[in-house]
T-cell receptor, first 114, second 113 residues
Framework: GENVEQHPSTLSVQEGDSAVIKCTYS??????FPWYKQELGKGPQLIID?????GEKKDQRIAVTLNKTAKHFSLHITETQPEDSAVYFC?????????????FGSGTQLTVLP | DTEVTQTPKHLVMGMTNKKSLKCEQH?????MYWYKQKAKKPPELMFV???????INESVPSRFSPECPNSSLLNLHLHALQPEDSALYLC????????????FGPGTRLTVT
C-alpha cells in the first residue's frame, strides 16, 4: 500500500519567516495530495491540495509543489504569523477503484515565534 | 459552506456503558467517514459510507457500530469499550466516494474509564 513520510516532525520559525514541510510518497499511482492544518482541540482543516497534473498551486501565503518524478511534495508558508502555529498533515491518495482513501504523513508541529 | 458538525464535543464513559457519537453535514455530500485519532498521530480510517451504505470497514472491532440513517447523518454507536479506545473521533464527508476533497468535523474527544 501507499506510504507517506513527512519531515520535519517539529519546526520553529520566527514570525515573518518562511516555513517548508516536505513529504514523500511511495506509490506512483497516487494522484491527489492534500494538506491539512490541525489546531489544538480541533479537527483537521483542508488548507490546500494539488492534483498530479499540476506542479504548483498557490493560495495567498501558502503554496504546494509536486515533483512526480521524485515522488515528493512540499508545503510552503510565507510571512508566517503566530496563528499559523498548528500541526500540519500531508496526505496522498490513489485514484480509486472503489473509494478514495487518504494516507497521511506523521505530521509536523509548526511553531511560529512572535 | 464546508461545515461538518459533531456532538458531543467531549464524552467520558465507563467500559460497560453504551453511548453514541453523532455527525451531521448539510453540504449534500454522499460519502461520510469515521476516523480515529490518537494524540500526536494522524487520523486512521475506520468506516466509509456511500449513499447510506457501508462501503469500507477497516477491520474495526464490533464494539464500534456505525449507522447512517440518512445522507446527512452519521452515527457511531459505542459499547463495551476499552481504555485504549480513548481518542479523538473525527467525522468527515466528501461529495462522493471518489471525490477529492474530504472535510473534517471538529471531533469528539472520548475518554473510556
Amino acid at each position: 500500500g501507499e506510504n507517506v513520510e513527512q519531515h520535519p516532525s517539529t519546526l520553529s520559525v520566527q514570525e515573518g519567516d518562511s516555513a517548508v514541510i516536505k513529504c514523500t510518497y511511495s506509490d506512483s499511482a497516487s494522484n491527489y495530495f492534500p494538506w491539512y492544518k490541525q489546531e489544538l482541540g480541533k479537527g483537521p482543516q483542508l488548507i490546500i491540495d494539488i492534483r498530479s497534473n499540476v506542479g504548483e498551486k498557490k493560495d495567498q501565503r501558502i503554496a504546494v509543489t509536486l515533483n512526480k518524478t521524485a515522488k515528493h511534495f512540499s508545503l510552503h508558508i510565507t510571512e508566517t504569523q503566530p496563528e499559523d502555529s498548528a500541526v500540519y498533515f500531508c496526505a496522498a491518495s490513489i485514484s480509486p477503484g472503489s473509494a478514495r482513501q487518504l494516507t497521511f504523513g506523521s505530521g509536523t508541529q509548526l511553531t511560529v515565534l512572535p | 459552506d464546508t461545515e461538518v458538525t459533531q456532538t458531543p464535543k467531549h464524552l467520558v464513559m465507563g467500559m460497560t456503558n453504551k453511548k453514541s457519537l453523532k455527525c451531521e453535514q448539510h453540504m449534500g455530500h454522499r460519502a461520510m467517514y469515521w476516523y480515529k485519532q490518537k494524540a500526536k498521530k494522524p487520523p486512521e480510517l475506520m468506516f466509509v459510507y456511500s449513499y447510506e451504505k457501508l462501503s469500507i470497514n477497516e477491520s474495526v472491532p464490533s464494539r464500534f457500530s456505525p449507522e447512517c440513517p440518512n445522507s446527512s447523518l452519521l452515527n457511531l454507536h459505542l459499547h463495551a469499550l476499552q481504555p485504549e479506545d480513548s481518542a479523538l473521533y473525527l467525522c468527515a464527508s466528501s461529495q462522493g466516494l471518489i471525490s477529492y476533497e474530504q472535510y473534517f468535523g471538529p471531533g469528539t474527544r472520548l475518554t473510556v474509564t
